[in-house]
T-cell receptor, first 115, second 109 residues
């Protein structure tokens, strides 16, 4: 079946602009996760959804970051007034549920470059 | 706090065995996972240990000692295609998965 898809694959924007990143999880997966990965670094957890709800938003780096999920499926991560330090690969993952044993399946990521 | 520590780089020879260690400090403990990521690729799940001991999946094995807050990933019969970054990860508090910074494995001929 289809895996997790993300769009766009690459995004170049100017400092101060807003960007929207999209994630399409695996069909039937109720849990969805966003991570950020800077060059050569580990994965920084941003936020997760169980259904359409995000129980904990404390992982978002600043109030310029927001995320939503509608219909228990597609999610968008929005970064307002982008800064150069926002440049990174943004990864989305989904799992059948939010259980500790549930494997997360990752999408290919969106590479964001802020000039 | 919550952290997972692993070596930043490891180099090993093709055909050899390599062990990548991970020590963790998390809020609560529900098991240790390992993910592989090739350059430019997405992380993919390798293994999960909920209980102490060794889990074997083909050439890859993973070990956990909860009393020592320690685990490792063992790769046998190394192949060039195993060159990648390897991450240990564990749930902590409200965060579903916290990842280590990753170990970059280089397999040389």
């Amino acid at each position: 079946g289809a895996g997790v898809s993300q769009s766009p694959s690459n995004k170049v924007t100017e400092k101060g602009k807003d960007v929207e990143l999209r994630c399409d999880p695996i069909s039937g997966h109720t849990a969805l996760y966003w991570y950020r990965q800077s060059l050569g670094q580990g994965l920084e957890f941003l936020i997760y959804f169980q259904g359409n709800s995000a129980p904990d938003k404390s992982g978002l780096p600043s109030d310029r970051f927001s995320a939503e999920r509608t219909g228990g499926s597609v999610s968008t991560l929005t970064i307002q007034r982008t800064q150069q330090e926002d440049s990174a690969v943004y990864l989305c993952a989904s799992s059948k549920s939010r259980g500790h044993t549930d494997t997360q399946y990752f999408g290919p990521g969106t590479r964001l470059t802020v000039l | 706090g919550q952290s997972l520590e692993q070596p930043s780089e490891v180099t090993a020879v093709e055909g050899a065995i390599v062990q990548i260690n991970c020590t963790y400090q998390t809020s609560g403990f529900y098991g240790l996972s390992w993910y592989q990521q090739h350059d430019g690729g997405a992380p993919t799940f390798l293994s999960y240990n909920a209980l102490d001991g060794l889990e074997e999946t083909g050439r890859f094995s993973s070990f956990l000692s909860r009393s020592d807050s320690y685990g490792y990933l063992l790769l046998q019969e190394l192949q060039m295609k195993d060159s990648a970054s390897y991450f240990c990860a564990a749930p902590s508090g409200n965060t579903p998965l916290v990842f280590g910074k990753g170990t970059r494995l280089s397999v040389i001929a």
